[in-house]
């Protein structure tokens, strides 16, 4: 375990703060991934899956907006997930140019069956912090994440 620094006239407290966050974000994403992809499913490729449940049936330039990606990129992660069956793609009734897309009984399956290690790894994480706690922490999140304009 790492010990928190102390604050330097160079360096503020919503710095160290900000990067207590960041380096908690990541080690939360890592434990998260390693419990998913030990299931058969990485965090990204569940969040990709996820995206195409929702807004099925869609274009993957569609999901290349919502997720900020370059649309070879999302093609790429979905030429994958269609190889493992967790996706199909059709052409789109109106417009022969496109494609949709649309998560299978194996995807949907998949993506469920991941969510039980993903649910364990972020209670041993925060079970640290007592309901309150939690709590707390999520509204002090979200005070952040309105003055950002999310």
């Given amino acids: 375990m790492t010990t928190p620094r102390k604050s330097t006239p160079s360096r503020s407290a919503t710095v160290e703060l900000a990067d207590a966050f960041l380096a908690l974000h990541h080690l939360v994403r890592k434990h998260v991934d390693a419990a998913m992809t030990a299931a058969g499913l990485s965090l990204s490729q569940a969040k990709l899956l996820a995206l195409v449940a929702r807004l099925a049936p869609c274009r993957p330039s569609d999901i290349a907006t919502e997720m900020g990606y370059a649309p070879r990129t999302v093609t790429t992660a979905l030429d994958a997930m269609e190889e493992s069956g967790w996706i199909e793609r059709s052409a789109h009734p109106t417009d022969r140019r496109a494609q949709l897309v649309v998560v299978t009984a194996i995807g949907q ?37 309105l003055r950002a304009g999310d």
């Fill in 109 to 145: 399956a998949k993506l469920d069956e991941v969510q039980g290690p993903k649910r364990q790894a972020v209670e041993h994480l925060f079970g640290v912090l007592d309901a309150a706690e939690q709590r707390q922490l999520r509204e002090l999140m979200d005070r952040v994440r």
